[in-house]
């Protein structure tokens, strides 16, 4: 504010203007300009507050003025005194100087002092500095008082009320000019929004911007649950399956979106496992990582190389947060390393040639242990070997079909219907394939048995017996259950199917789906099928054997099949199913239907077993399986006998051989 005095209307007499003074630490409001008139000069000014007293009777006085502080005595009666300036505290050679008091208080002048010089407080204070928050003017008086005008400044300055009321303030919401109170305080008034200075027009308000929708990725804690079954598999030998089925029911919180996402990056980071490996080796100065950080830069490599909407800063940074989280801070640079110089060089990367290596080329392309690649090579030819190899599935589907024995037909169509099911028609009969359909198992309907979640290979399998009602028949190699439910509802009621595993756990999955199934005709037992047993000779109309196989047709919904399979343990497989088919093929009544099945595309497992059982048992022949498969898949049944593959038939792979008895 400038000190220039304010030029009202009225006689013009010289004046001589205070100096102004320096801002103190004490707010208050706007200060005043002219000195108060002589007599003679301005005899209508306006009337302020109560007559003072004695005051009120000198000639050239302001008998309305407003009173100031104490009575200041004998200054007061002296000619040529001024009875209405401002009280200063004790008496002292100035009347007129600063008041001195309490720090942050102008002083009074000593003689030969400067009058106007800022007063000392205690050591660290800055009575007169600025105050926090807002700029204030010199104080007069006590907060919240009009004080009298002093010599050179403006005697009609805006009033000031009480502390907290601002009668001349702006409205609510713009800055504040001068706030009144104690140094340092905020005035009593409602605080004005953050700006970005303290003087000038506010800012305009910030208008929120319209949301964006962030890029899909995963949140940590479905990263998390991944790696967990990760883990699971490679360090407790876990099936994964079993694993994420168990992990994600003990994280119930996540989101659906959140749950699907867990399940292909588990199933999808297995299923590319070799190639991923590969990936990381050739940058990664030591191959004996350990387990946890292998499996996180499995994770995140392939987030960056097969999954499109996961951008590849997420996917490193998430890399990096989920190593610390699981307590390996030390690995989280190498974490960090490795993944963004597979982003910057992506051709350090040296693959095979698939003319000179074209099993390790299959095996490291396509995620197949090179023993494998070679077994198929050898036994199919490298194109089909490499259909087979490089198929992946484009839309996963669940594939479940009605108990006809507990609802119609038409009726699981409504309820599929109601449930908004992405429902298609499946290949086999009464099959029907959901597209993310959720936890299908928590239905009612699927409690109540009216409908049972099972592949459709394994469908075909028991279809494949034919089975008529009032037959006896046994399920060899039952567990889980699926085709001994099937063939138990083909009966209608009737008949008796027995159902054996080896293992007793196994024997109580297939008891749990006869109870929810209300199935009366089957009988679960625990029994080794590879062990004969004379009395139960040629006993049973058909018998189904459902072999212990390398599960190698199945690895495009369980990936970690592959992995676990040996050429010995295949070897000791062939021999085991060898044992079966010796021991149960006397169970077959004369004129008896006998059905061999694997879920293996290995044909030492397959054609050649069948080859081998007929060869030493020439009282079976193969029997025509075209009537038990549905129209599209007649063609491939070649004899009794049929290999599907998924690539080609929309099924898992698989092996069905359907023999005859020969009548006594």
Known sequence: MSDTPRRTPG???????????????????????????????RPYAKPVGKPIGEAAAKPGGRPYAKPVGKPIGEAAAKPGGRPYAKPVGKPAGRPYAKPVGKPGERPMAAPGERPFAKPVGKPGDRPFAKPVGRPVSRPVGKPGERPMAAPGERPFAKPVGKPGDRPFAKPVGRPVSRPVGKPGERP?????????????????????????APPPTMSLGARMVALDV????????????LALNERLKSNRALAARDKRLVTELVYGTLENQIRLDYMIDHFLERKDAEILVRDVLRLGAYQLFFLDRVPNSAAVDESVKLTRAKDREPYTGLVNAVLRNMIREPGRTKYPDANEQPAKYLSVMHSLPEWLAQRLIDAYGLPLATEIAAYRQPDSFVTV??????????????????????????????????????????????????????????????????????????????????????????LRGSGRVQSWDVHAHRVELIRSVVQRMKLDNVRPIERDASVHREELDGTFDAVLIDAPCSGLGVMLNKPDVKYRQ????????????????????????PGGVLVYSTCSILPEENC?????????????????????????????????????YAHRDGVDGFYIARMRRAKG
């Open 188 to 212: 009593q008034a409602r605080p004005a929004p953050q700006r970005s200075g303290p003087y000038g027009k506010p800012a305009p308000r910030a208008v929120p911007a319209k949301p964006v």
């Open 401 to 490: 079909r009605p108990n006809l024995e507990r609802t119609t037909e038409e009726a699981f169509q409504q309820y599929l219907a109601r449930r908004h099911y992405n429902a298609t028609p499946g290949i086999a009969p009464h099959a029907v394939r959901i597209t993310q359909p959720g936890d299908l198992a928590a239905e009612r309907e699927f409690a109540q048995g009216q409908f049972s979640i099972q592949g459709e290979s394994s469908m075909l399998a028991a279809y494949a017996l034919g089975a008529q009602p009032g037959w006896t028949i046994l399920d060899a190699c039952a567990a889980p259950g699926g085709k001994t439910a099937l063939i138990a509802e083909q």
């Open 230 to 241: 990760l883990l699971d598999v490679h360090q407790q030998g876990a099936y994964a399956s």
């Open 566 to 589: 040996t050429p010995e343990g295949v070897a000791d497989l062939v021999a085991l199913q060898q044992r079966i088919l010796d021991a149960c093929g006397r169970y077959v009544k």
């Open 608 to 644: 050649d077993q069948v080859a081998a059982f007929l060869a030493t048992h020439p009282d079976f022949t193969l029997d025509s399986l075209s009537p038990y498969l549905p129209d599209a898949l007649k063609d491939q049944a070649e004899g009794g006998q049929v290999q599907f």
């Open 11 to 41: 006689p013009k007499k010289p004046f001589s203007a205070r100096p102004a003074a320096k801002p103190t630490g004490k707010p208050a409001g706007k200060p005043v300009g002219k000195p108060i008139a002589k007599t003679g000069e």
